[in-house]
């Protein structure tokens, strides 16, 4: 006589794994999961702050090429407190510490997610961490070469009448808010791939919300500017527009199949 199969063992089954065969995971799990990778990023980031900490100074004087070649010439950023130029050192090597580890930041968020992904879906691990570190770096390097110099320029030519003495940490906070800002906007291509690998969105449905993703582009563009002039909104805003277009090729190539 075949043997039939116990309904309670089918039943557990059922509750402990999905229909792809892989086991789920309880909430607390997840805690605990999102705790471990968060402590492993901070890891990274404290290993890259050390690096970076002997550097500090080689950092900053490369950090400071935009503004320096629009000033007078033997012009230099100022301090107003005693402790400022340490402090800016200090910062300096955890946003350059955050650069180097963040190869390691996005693999900890890759392990974050797996879980949650097919089997055959797994195997995106090594281009999803080569192409985040490429876009985010990417981004850095927009806003260090083309965005910031441009609004430097502006910001510059507005104040010509007077005698610029601008202060180190000021300098950095709009630098890091530029570099970081567009690295993570960089980042919308691998957003909207998993999007769609994951089937929540399609090619179509965003190439019909383009408009909405233009305006909030100039949105976004107007919260990490401090300038309403249009040449330099366009130079945050366009390059966002081209990533969602890029987004939606994305979509299109690598869209989940029935």
């Not at 799990?29 to 100074?57: D, N, P, T, V, Y």
């Not at 961490?129 to 981004?139: D, E, I, Q, T």
């Not at 630098?175 to 690998?197: H, N």
Request: charged share 15%; proline share 6%.
């Amino acid at each position: 006589m075949a043997s039939q199969s116990n309904p309670k063992t089918s039943l557990a089954r059922t509750d402990e794994e999905d229909e792809d065969g892989l086991p789920r995971m309880s909430f607390l799990e997840h805690l605990e999961e999102l705790r471990k990778r968060i402590i492993w990023s901070a890891l990274a980031i404290a290993g890259g702050f050390l690096i970076c900490w002997w550097q500090a100074k080689e950092i900053f004087l490369f950090l400071q090429k935009p503004i320096i070649e629009l000033l007078p010439k033997g012009s230099h950023l100022a301090y107003t407190v005693l402790t400022e130029p340490f402090m800016l050192y200090v910062n300096i090597a955890l946003i350059a510490g955050i650069f180097v580890a963040s190869p390691v930041v996005l693999y900890q968020l890759w392990l974050f997610i797996a879980p949650g992904l097919y089997r055959d879906e797994k195997r995106w691990a090594a281009p999803f961490v080569a192409a985040s570190v490429l876009f985010f770096v990417g981004g850095a390097a927009f806003g260090y070469y083309v965005a910031f110099p441009m609004l430097a320029k502006f910001l510059v030519t507005a104040g010509e009448d007077f005698t610029p003495v601008l202060r180190i940490s000021d300098y950095l906070d709009l630098l890091t808010k530029i570099l970081l800002g567009m690295g993570a906007v960089f980042e919308t291509p691998i957003v909207i791939f998993f999007l769609a690998r994951m089937g929540v969105v399609t090619e179509r449905w965003l190439l019909a919300k383009f408009r909405y993703a233009v305006l909030a582009s100039f949105i976004i563009s107007a919260i990490i500017t401090p300038t309403p002039d249009i040449p330099t909104q366009c130079a945050f805003a366009l390059p966002m527009c081209a990533l969602y277009l890029l987004g939606i090729l994305m979509a299109w190539i690598f869209k989940k199949r029935t």
